[in-house]
């Protein structure tokens, strides 16, 4: 796997222009379908099926439905947002470093905020978003209706991903494409 993490790290590299500190950039949402991002792809897809088998869900034929990498600069963050018209979503992190290697994910419960108490800890019973440590290497899954950020960090280097969107094969043949990598 180190191979293939330096041979993606090496093609992200050529398709990020130069960021100055506080900014972003997105490539299109097609990467799955190119050859340089061919085995991640793969792995996606194992992970997609593996993850399937642990929820006992029986539909097997699911596809990437978008592909993209995101590079954040040091002194950039990513707003809370969720992903439609997907089943599942998920990040390898091909670059972070100490100061940008987490993401938030949100309490979906709309009344979390309504009262809130003061609390003597912060602990996973009392939090509204759990933070999660991300090392370079790591492939998360997480279904796509969860509200997920990127806090701004700063760090030296910038944070480097690929995000992906998956849903069932089936609803893209019979009922609709989502609106990720929709022909235009």
């Known amino acids: 796997m180190a191979l293939v993490e330096r ?3 090496e093609y992200l590299y050529a398709l990020i222009p130069g ?6 950039w ?14 991640l792809a793969q792995c996606i897809n194992s992970t997609a099926a593996s993850v399937l088998e642990f ?19 040091p002194g950039r963050g990513h707003a809370a947002h ?6 599942f979503s998920g990040v390898y992190y091909a670059q972070t470093q100490a100061g940008a290697d987490t993401i938030n994910f949100h309490d979906p419960r709309s009344q979390m905020g309504v009262i809130r108490p003061p609390v003597t800890e912060l602990i996973a019973a009392n939090a509204d978003q759990a933070l999660v440590r991300v090392p ?8 796509s209706w969860l509200q997920h ?14 995000s992906f969107n998956l849903i069932f094969s089936e609803y893209t043949e019979q009922l609709y494409k989502p609106l990720w990598g929709r022909e235009r």
């Open 7 to 9: 041979s993606l790290k």
């Open 19 to 24: 960021l100055k500190v506080g900014q972003s």
């Open 26 to 39: 997105q490539s299109s949402h097609d990467l799955h379908r190119l050859t340089e991002l061919e085995e």
């Open 55 to 73: 929820l006992k869900i029986d539909c097997r034929d699911v596809e990437i439905t978008a592909c993209w990498a995101t590079v954040n600069a």
């Open 82 to 87: 969720a992903h439609p018209n997907s089943y």
């Open 136 to 143: 370079d290497g790591t492939l998360l899954f997480f279904p």
């Open 149 to 162: 950020s990127v806090d701004t960090k700063y760090s030296e280097k910038n944070r480097i991903s690929v």
